[in-house]
């Protein structure tokens, strides 16, 4: 019983970092048929501003709660302008294009993106524990649990209630599932997709750097960590389905909670079991668990 509350534990913490990341991937291919490779680097550009920001912070003797929030909003200003610029600068200019086009042209930006990093803050590593320390330790019988695991499922599952109130409830939202169904159709009712385009994409990009920036105090801050985290959230969401915010949320759990097992019974298949979860679930669904219903064009 105790190794289950383990996996079970160890598992939804993963699905909720694997969610933060995957959501915003499956919002832009949902609304925009963009495969966005450089969403790593919107990972990567969160955990590195939130690392620099628990340093101006923490280093001033500043109250230790306010320092996560603190790290939070400027890896998610950063997601905005990195966003904006990839969008307008960028992303406009292959609309319409071929697919394996767009998937090249993000591949070329996250492959420049890297280099940034290195321009940035150069090669070496950064760390920004503080938010964990302070958060502490529960235990539960013989298992110790971190707040600050519990703290991301929390936040997580927030998201996904926002998410999907959003989505069915507010008057974007409502354009969103209009664009999604069919471009062509929205831009004739009037809906003006080229800025529907742009915020999506800056809310994926805020939404991927937000997920770096929570996972920044549990991880090593290093050169190829958005290579990483996007091979994973391109598992996930293959595995709920391109665009499917509900399918963002099943795959990380079922991912999250498989690996998790994984890593307690048989360690050795840590890595296997992602893709060999991603493989099964293709070979009986080929396009995902939540795939969304495409119109049929006469």
């Known amino acids: 019983m105790l190794t289950a509350f383990a996996i079970l534990t160890d598992g939804l913490a993963y699905a909720a970092y694997l969610f933060m990341v995957a959501v915003g991937l499956t919002l832009i291919f949902g609304v925009m048929k963009i495969l966005n490779v450089a969403h790593g680097s919107f990972y990567a550009f969160g955990a590195y501003g939130a690392a ?41 200019f292959v609309y319409g294009r071929d697919e394996v086009i767009v998937v090249l042209v993000t591949y070329a930006v996250f492959l420049i993106l890297e280099d940034v990093i290195v321009f940035i803050w150069g090669p070496q590593s950064y760390a920004a524990y503080q938010p964990m320390v302070w958060a502490g330790n529960v235990e539960i019988g013989e298992l110790v649990l971190s707040n600050y695991d519990i703290l991301l499922v929390a936040i997580s599952a927030g998201l996904a209630l926002f998410a999907y109130w959003a989505l069915k409830f507010t008057r974007y939202g409502r354009l969103l599932t209009v664009v999604i169904f069919d471009r062509e159709t929205a831009a004739a009712f009037g809906i003006n997709v080229t800025v529907v385009y742009t915020v999506t994409f800056i809310i994926g990009a805020m939404l991927g750097a937000l997920g770096g920036a929570m996972m920044a105090p549990k991880i090593s ?59 099964l679930v293709l070979v009986f669904r080929p396009y995902g668990l939540f795939t969304r219903a495409q119109p049929r064009k006469i």
């Open 52 to 92: 620099m920001a628990a340093g101006i912070y923490y280093d001033r003797g500043l109250p230790e709660a306010g320092g996560f929030l603190f790290m939070i909003l400027l890896a998610m200003a950063i997601g905005l302008v990195l966003g904006l610029i990839l969008e307008r600068g960028v992303l406009r």
């Open 221 to 279: 801050i290093t050169l190829g960590i958005g290579v990483e985290v996007i091979v994973l959230a391109f598992a996930v969401v293959a595995v709920g389905g391109m665009g499917s915010i509900e399918g963002a949320l099943v795959g990380a759990l079922i991912v999250g909670i498989c690996r998790a097992a994984a890593v307690h019974l048989m360690p050795q298949i840590e890595l296997f079991v992602i893709y060999a979860v991603m493989a």
